[in-house]
C-alpha cells in the first residue's frame, strides 16, 4: 500500500479506526459558475482569530442549513498534500452531506492531491493565477520556501489544522535488532545504526522534494553537531558526520513519499527474487506509518522509533492563496471550511486518518496503530522547528554531499573593495575571504572549486585572471592538495590600486569557461562576488552579456550563476538580472559575513529546482 491514501480495508492485526473512503477527483471544466477572484477583500480580524482559536462551531445551528445547495453553493478548491487529502475530501463530503453553509450558501468543497514542493515551486515564480483557492502543504516549511520568490503568489496561513511527528520506522525484524520498544536512541545514532551494513538499510525521501526527510536531516545535523559541541571538538566535525550520514542515506532516496513506501521489503526479508536488496527501515511520519500499518498484513507492518532527542513534526498550515483577489463568499468559505477541523468530528476525521490534533498526549490508539509502544517517547513535545538558516544550510550540504559540486568562483578585486564594513575593524575584501574560507570547509574532497579575480588594469587589457582553476579539491599535487592551494589563494586576494568593477567581460568569459568544462553528474555554477556596477567602458553592454548569457545556457546541462552584489554600493537588480538569463539566482549583502549563509540558500534553490 503506497504512503498517500488510506485503505478502505484493514489489516487484522491493527486496530480498526473509522476510514471514511476519499471522494475522487473532480474535474474543473464542468463548474458552470464563474471563478470568484473579481473582488479583492480583507479578512476581518474577528473571524481570522475565532478561526486560528479553534472557537466556531460546525454544529449547533450555527453552520447548519436546510434546504437545497445545488443552486447557489460556493466552489472552494484545495490542493493538499497526498497524504491529508483522503481525510480533507472526507471533511468536504461531511460538508456536503450536512448542508454546511458560509453566510447562507452551501461549501462546495475539491480537494486534489499534489506534492507540496511543486505548489510551492509554483507559487514561488507566481507564473499565472492558481487555480485553487487554499492550499494545505504538509509543513511550513513549504510555506516558507514561497517566500524566497520575487515574484510569488501571496499566500496567507491561517492555522494548522494537525500534526504528525517524524520518526525512523523497521520492519518488525529489523526493529528487534536494535532492541525496539525498550532501547531508545538519538538521531545520529538511530540513524547510523540503521545504516550500517545490511541487516537494516534506511531509505528517506530526497530533502529537497520532501519536508519528513528534511525535518530528519536538519534534526540529524543538529544533534550531530550538539554531540560533537558536547565533546569539547569542533563543529565542523558535526558536519563532517552530518555530511557522511547524509551520503549515505542518498543510496538509498526515492524522489517523493509517495514512492517511499514503495521500496519495502515485502515478505520481511529484504530478498528480492532478482536478488536486490530492498530497505526495511524507512524515515516516515508517525501518520504515513499509521496509513501503512492500517492494511499491512503482519509480516510488513512496521514498528516505529521515536529518537529520544525530540521529533519534528509535519504541521499542516491551512493557507490561503491569493486572498487579496479573492471574492468575500470564497474567503468566508475557506475559512469556514478550517473551522470544521477545530469540531469535535472534524478532528475526528482527522485523527481517524492517523494525525495528531490536540497539544497534549496522543490516544493510544494512534500510536499503537502507527507502530509505538512504550518506553519510545511518542509523547513528548514536538523538538523546536529549524531555522530559515538551518533549512538553507541542511539543503545546501544535501546538495553538495550527494551530487558533489563544481564552482568557479569569481572575486571582485577592485580598488572600493578596501573599504571598511560597518561596525569592523576589517575590509569588505578581508570579510569576504574569511567568508569563502568558511564555505570552502563545507566541500567534500571530490567537490571541485576554482577560484578567479577581476579589476580593471588587472591583467592588461583583461579585466580578470584565473589564480585556481576548477579542480577536485581532493586532488594532490607537488606536496599538497587543491584544498591547500585555493585556500592560499584566498588569503593572497588584494585589491588592486586603481582598479574598477570589470564585470560584464568577466562574467561572459568565466561563464564561457565554466560552461566549456561542464562536470555530467555534478552541481555545476558560477559564483559571482562584487561590490559595484560595470565601471568599464570599453566592455560589452549589459544588453549583449545578457543575450550572449542567455544562448550559452542549456537547460540539460545547467551552469546557474550565483551572483552576490557585496555592500551598499553593489547593484542588486543589475546581479538578479544577469543570474536570471542563466537560470540562476541573484543577492545582495550589507556584510560579507554573510556570503557563506547566501551560497548555501543559492545552491538550495538551484539544487531543488533541478530537473
Known amino acids: 500500500m503506497g504512503r498517500h491514501s488510506l485503505p478502505d480495508e484493514h489489516g487484522a492485526s491493527a486496530p ?37 482559536g479553534g472557537a466556531a462551531a460546525v454544529s449547533g445551528g450555527v453552520l447548519s442549513f436546510g434546504g437545497s445547495c445545488d443552486d447557489d453553493a460556493v466552489r472552494l478548491d484545495v490542493v493538499a498534500a497526498p497524504d491529508v487529502t483522503p481525510a480533507l475530501r472526507a471533511a468536504a463530503e461531511d460538508a456536503r452531506e450536512k448542508e454546511i453553509t458560509s453566510d447562507g450558501h452551501c461549501v462546495d468543497v475539491r480537494v ?45 496561513p491561517a492555522g494548522n489544522i494537525a500534526s504528525s511527528p517524524v520518526g525512523i520506522a523497521m520492519l518488525p525484524s529489523a526493529a528487534r535488532s536494535l532492541g525496539w520498544p525498550e532501547k531508545t536512541y538519538d538521531w545520529p545514532r538511530l540513524t547510523a545504526a540503521a545504516m550500517e551494513g545490511e541487516d537494516v538499510r534506511l531509505g528517506a525521501a530526497d530533502p529537497a522534494r520532501s519536508a519528513t526527510g528534511l525535518l530528519a536531516l536538519a ?45 519495502l521489503a515485502r515478505d520481511g526479508s529484504g530478498a528480492e527474487p532478482d536478488g536486490s536488496r530492498r530497505n526495511k527501515a524507512l524515515i516516515l511520519s508517525e501518520q504515513a506509518a499509521y496509513a501503512h500499518n492500517t492494511s499491512a498484513g503482519r509480516r510488513s507492518r512496521l514498528d516505529l522509533f521515536y529518537p529520544k532527542d525530540g521529533s519534528p513534526r509535519l504541521d499542516y498550515p491551512y493557507t490561503l492563496v491569493a486572498d487579496d483577489k479573492m471574492s468575500t463568499d470564497t474567503s468566508r468559505a475557506a475559512l469556514r471550511f478550517m473551522t470544521m477541523f477545530s469540531d469535535e468530528e472534524g478532528r475526528k476525521i482527522l485523527t481517524d486518518h492517523g494525525f495528531r490534533t490536540d497539544p497534549g498526549p496522543p490516544s493510544s490508539k494512534l500510536v499503537s496503530v502507527a507502530g509505538g509502544r512504550s518506553p519510545q517517547p511518542y509523547a513528548d513535545d514536538a523538538s523546536e522547528p529549524p531555522s530559515d538558516r538551518q533549512i538553507q544550510q541542511t539543503l545546501g550540504m544535501w546538495t553538495i554531499t550527494v551530487q558533489n559540486a563544481r564552482l568557479s568562483t569569481v572575486v571582485d578585486a577592485s580598488e572600493s573593495m578596501r573599504q571598511l564594513v560597518p561596525g569592523r575593524a576589517q575590509s569588505r575584501m578581508e570579510v569576504t575571504k574569511s567568508s569563502l574560507s568558511r564555505a570552502l570547509a563545507g566541500f567534500t574532497d571530490e567537490d571541485e572549486v576554482g577560484l578567479w579575480e577581476f579589476a580593471t588594469r588587472l591583467d592588461g587589457a583583461r579585466d580578470y585572471r584565473e589564480l585556481q582553476p576548477t579542480e577536485r579539491l581532493g586532488e594532490h599535487r ?5 584544498r591547500d592551494r585555493l585556500s592560499k589563494a584566498f588569503s593572497d586576494l588584494r585589491p588592486v590600486p586603481g582598479g574598477a568593477t570589470g564585470l560584464y567581460d568577466t562574467t561572459l568569459a568565466a561563464y564561457k569557461k565554466a560552461r566549456s568544462t561542464y562536470a555530467s553528474g555534478k552541481f555545476n555554477a558560477l559564483v559571482i562576488l562584487t561590490d559595484g556596477a560595470n565601471q568599464d567602458p570599453g566592455s560589452i553592454s549589459r544588453d549583449s552579456l545578457l543575450a550572449q548569457l542567455e544562448e550559452l545556457s542549456d537547460r540539460e546541462r545547467p551552469v546557474p550563476i550565483i551572483a552576490i552584489a557585496v555592500g551598499p554600493d553593489a547593484d542588486k537588480a543589475e546581479v538578479e538580472q ?28 538551484a539544487g531543488g529546482n533541478r530537473p
Open 16 to 52: 480498526d479506526p473509522r476510514s471514511p473512503a476519499p471522494l475522487p477527483p473532480e474535474p474543473r471544466p464542468s463548474d458552470p459558475r464563474p471563478r470568484a477572484r473579481g473582488r479583492a477583500v480583507a479578512l476581518a480580524t474577528a473571524l481570522v482569530l475565532v478561526v486560528a
Open 219 to 263: 534534526k540529524l545535523g543538529a544533534s550531530a553537531k550538539k554531540q560533537a559541541g558536547n565533546k569539547g571538538k569542533e563543529g565542523k566535525e558535526g558536519d563532517t558526520r552530518a555530511a557522511a550520514l547524509a551520503k549515505a542515506l542518498s543510496a538509498r532516496t526515492t524522489d517523493t513519499d509517495g514512492r517511499l513506501l514503495d521500496t
Open 112 to 156: 486534489t492531491a499534489r506534492d507540496s514542493y511543486e505548489v510551492a515551486d509554483e507559487l514561488r515564480a507566481g507564473k499565472g493565477e492558481p487555480e485553487y483557492d487554499v492550499w494545505v502543504p504538509d509543513s511550513d516549511l513549504w510555506v516558507r520556501r514561497v517566500g524566497l520568490g520575487t515574484k510569488q503568489t501571496k499566500v496567507s
Open 578 to 605: 544577469i543570474a536570471a538569463a542563466t537560470g540562476g539566482s541573484g543577492h545582495q549583502v550589507d556584510d560579507p559575513a554573510q556570503i557563506h549563509a547566501v551560497i548555501l540558500k543559492a545552491i538550495m534553490e
Open 478 to 482: 607537488g606536496g599538497a592538495t587543491h
